[in-house]
């Protein structure tokens, strides 16, 4: 399964947040906690890390849907400071590959299965969240399979237009950010 997550940085919220430790310690586990103090931290790092998590937690609740989210429980390795690019997430006997994308206001991180080839896409809308999120990722998609199919919203699928064929996908939003992600 695939799961991504959008992070605004430019939203209040997630600015100045890299200095609380109450922050850090519900989200961080100890052997992440301690590479991240050693990597002059960063909101960008600390956001990245949320993000992976993020988006592993809603690629396994894809089949778990009565799982409650501990960012803790899910941890991420391999990854570089301050800007990461790649690494790991773990989870349980779930193994998945991180892939970050940065911008000057946002960061976005794909998970996926090892191996697995992705397909994905940020970019601004100006919808209400959930709706306007179908939306923009249905047009992205099907300029991708060149078809008129649609997405619906739980469990995120894409419907092709031409066949019975269902993509999963990932969506994610955050302030006037949308993220698409899907295995190709």
Aim: hydrophobic share 40%.
């Amino acid at each position: 399964m695939i799961g991504n997550d959008i992070i605004w940085l430019r939203d209040p919220f997630n600015q100045g947040r890299v200095g609380e430790s109450r922050l850090k310690q519900r989200i961080l586990c100890p052997s992440e906690s301690e590479a991240f103090e050693l990597s002059a931290p960063t909101d960008r790092l600390l956001w990245s890390l949320w993000a992976a998590k993020e988006g592993a937690f809603k690629a396994f609740s894809r089949q778990n849907p009565s799982h409650f989210f501990h960012p803790q429980e899910f941890v991420v390795s391999g990854w570089n400071a301050p800007i990461p690019v790649q690494g790991t997430v773990i989870f349980q006997s779930h193994l998945w590959a991180v892939t970050w994308h940065h911008a000057k206001d946002w960061v976005h991180a794909v998970v996926h299965p090892l191996g697995q080839r992705i397909w994905s896409r940020v970019g601004r809308w100006a919808a209400s969240e959930s709706f306007g999120t179908r939306e923009w990722a249905t047009r992205r998609i099907r300029s991708l399979f060149g078809d008129g199919g649609r997405v619906e919203a739980y469990p995120p699928v894409y419907h092709r237009s031409k066949s019975d064929r269902i993509e999963p996908i990932s969506l994610s939003h955050d302030g006037p950010l949308a993220a698409v992600a899907l295995l190709v």
